[in-house]
């Protein structure tokens, strides 16, 4: 018979069920301080018994509310690519700007458009080795003086500002280091084009658009 009862009745609320029926049956036989003791024992009892026959999930509040600072505590990120034309110098005022109202940060990428190994071939000599990296040096110090420049221009309104410097193709490292760095909106500066110009030679806006995972404001 209590196999089956404890089958029916989860064995915590069989047990304070008990005791709440034993105390009920003592505070009958005592009074005065006693009885208001053994009444806060039977509404204790009856709250563990809540607990563990409830469907109701009860909510860790002090967890939750770690959950919420630490989310608060994220700062807004905001990715700007730059070549150092008119535009691109539109593009990092505008991510200024929104860094500057939602109190976040500015990450400056300058992306030079070529891989940093060239893959040797029957025609290369080392002569034509030594012209490569010297060119893709020169490539990589300007890129570099750019940024610092551009840094320096944003750092002048307050706003905290970080750099990065990729090879390869535009669309796809713009992708890459906003996925890397987990940044919550991307700004382009694009120059007008036409719709069969960006059919014959795609537009690195236009990838970046489409495979975004975050918001992306284009500035023209």
């Not at 809540?50 to 994220?74: G, H, M, N, T």
């Not at 029957?122 to 012209?131: A, F, G, K, L, M």
């Amino acid at each position: 018979m209590l196999k089956e009862v404890r089958k029916l009745i989860p064995l915590p609320i069989l047990l304070a069920a008990i005791s709440a029926i034993a105390c009920i049956l003592i505070i009958e036989c005592v009074g005065g301080v006693e009885r208001t003791i053994l009444a806060l024992i039977i509404l204790t009892l009856l709250f563990i018994s809540a607990i563990y026959s409830s469907s109701i999930p009860f909510v860790d509040v002090f967890s939750l509310e770690k959950q919420v600072s630490k989310k608060r505590q994220r700062v807004f990120r905001v990715l700007v690519g730059t070549d150092g034309s008119e535009l691109a110098k539109k593009a990092v005022e505008y991510a200024a700007g929104l860094a500057m109202q939602n109190k976040g940060e500015v990450l400056l990428l300058h992306v030079i458009g070529v891989e940093p190994k060239i893959p040797p071939s029957i025609w290369t000599t080392s002569e034509v080795e030594r012209r490569d990296r010297e060119y893709l040096e020169k490539l990589r110090v300007a890129g570099e003086s750019l940024l610092k420049e551009e840094s320096n221009r944003i750092a002048l309104t307050g706003v905290k500002v970080s750099t990065r410097i990729e090879f390869g193709d535009p669309a796809e490292k713009i992708l890459e280091v906003a996925e890397r760095e987990n940044v919550d909106m991307i700004v382009l500066g694009v120059r007008g084009t036409s719709k069969w110009k960006r059919l014959l030679l795609g537009s690195v806006s236009e990838k970046v658009i489409e495979n975004a995972r975050v918001p992306v404001l284009i500035v023209r």
